[in-house]
């Protein structure tokens, strides 16, 4: 299958920082992407979907202004969580989709630690 | 607004034994449901893809059934392994409410253990 891959794999970062993430589709051009966030031992929370040059639509109660998302090419998404504070910590895994009708694929994840 | 179960939550079975893992969706309008694994820390691995239109789609010992109008998929694996243990997470993608956006939308998974 397609890869994704989301860098960094974990980061801790000092509360009050903010922390970017990566995802890059390597082989395909992925017109959408998701961003989602996983509790231990719960399933993945949808926070915003995004397509390449326009603005993310963010779920509701994913403060748009905490969690920002570029799509500006058809092979990368970012993720900033802006001033990050302990209960910003969880694991962040990223989706990307040529089309609507083709299969997802996740990059590999990153565990966020604010401390 | 679309909701995924997935039944049961947890699974255990001896190894070459075959098993079904169930999950239902409340909305039928979906473009596709797809099969995931996650091992543990790890991202999601796909496993199946099934397209609206597509009653079935089978990968070695695993094998996918879709009924869209009643809101059902099951995940079939033949002759389990203890490499087969992991979470089972399936998923369906489809328009928000209000078509402002589109989704995939996950179950909680079936957390599937299978003992030597």
């Known amino acids: 299958g397609a890869v994704v891959s989301q860098h960094p794999s974990w980061v801790i970062c000092k509360s009050g920082t903010s922390v970017k993430i990566e995802c890059r589709s390597l082989d395909f051009q992925a017109t959408t992407m998701f961003w989602y966030r996983q509790f231990p031992k719960q399933s993945l929370m949808l926070m915003a979907t995004s397509n390449e040059g326009s603005k993310a639509t963010y779920e509701q109660g994913v403060e748009k202004d905490k969690f920002l998302i570029n799509h500006a090419s058809l092979t990368l998404s970012t993720l900033t969580v802006t001033s990050a504070h302990p209960e910003d910590s969880s694991f962040y895994i990223c989706s990307a989709k040529q089309t609507l009708n083709t299969e997802a694929f996740f990059g590999q994840g990153t565990r966020l630690t604010v401390v | ?116």
Request: glycine fraction near 10%; charged fraction near 15%; charge should be neutral.
């Open chain 2, 1 to 116: 607004k679309q909701e995924v179960t997935q039944i049961p939550a947890a699974l255990s079975v001896p190894e070459g034994e075959n098993l079904v893992l169930n999950c239902s969706f409340t909305d039928s309008a979906i473009y596709n449901l797809q099969w995931f694994r996650q091992d543990p820390g790890k991202g999601l691995t796909s496993l199946l893809l099934i397209q609206s239109s597509q009653r079935e789609q089978t990968s070695g010992r695993l094998n996918a059934s879709l009924d869209k109008s009643s809101g059902r998929s099951t995940l079939y694996i033949a002759a389990s392994q203890p490499g087969d243990s992991a979470t089972y997470l399936c998923a369906v993608s489809h328009w928000g409410s209000g078509g402002s956006n589109y989704k995939l939308t996950f179950g909680k998974g079936t957390l599937l253990t299978v003992n030597p």
